[in-house]
């Protein structure tokens, strides 16, 4: 919900975003915004590495990206799909 909706981290700090998961899943222990985040950065960390190495086995590499910027508010967007 926090990624695919782009929310901060800090939603999870949030009174309401506590009893919500409360409400879903009483037993399940929410962890930090902290704890997310050094987790995050954890396997960001290992996958940068296994990149490094398929990289370097590579004689040609050709990388593409995309910019894209939003304008106008995710429920529009999202309500035009």
Do not use: H
């Not at 998961?21 to 915004?33: C, H, R, W």
């Not at 050709?62 to 309500?79: F, G, H, K, Y």
Request: proline share 5%.
């Amino acid at each position: 919900m926090i990624a695919k909706d782009n929310m901060p981290l800090m939603t999870m700090e949030r009174a309401g975003f506590k009893v919500f998961m409360k409400t879903v899943q009483p037993s399940y222990s929410l962890p930090s915004a902290d704890v997310v985040t050094a987790r995050l950065s954890d396997k960001y960390t290992v996958l940068k590495t296994m990149l490094k190495k398929i990289f370097a086995s590579q004689s040609d590499l050709c990388l593409t990206t995309n910019v894209w910027s939003e304008t106008m508010p995710m429920r529009i967007v999202e309500a035009q799909n």
